[in-house]
């Protein structure tokens, strides 16, 4: 996310990682439970601050 400069949604994610987009949105949904990641577009994330 920080390297593409703008907020990704978990299917550009997949797409990138070339993974299964089940398990990015997993990981998204732990990831925002650690606070690690905030929505500032609704559907796209970012990395918090």
Do not use: H, T, Y
Not at 1 to 16: F, I, N, Q, T
Not at 38 to 45: A, D, E, G, L, T
Request: with cysteine; glycine share 6%.
């Amino acid at each position: 996310m920080r390297e593409a400069g703008k907020p990704l949604s978990a299917g550009d994610v997949a797409k990138l990682l070339n993974a299964d987009r089940k398990e990015v949105d997993k990981a998204f949904a732990e990831l925002k439970k650690e606070g690690a990641i905030v929505s500032p577009v609704r559907c796209k994330w970012a990395p918090a601050q």
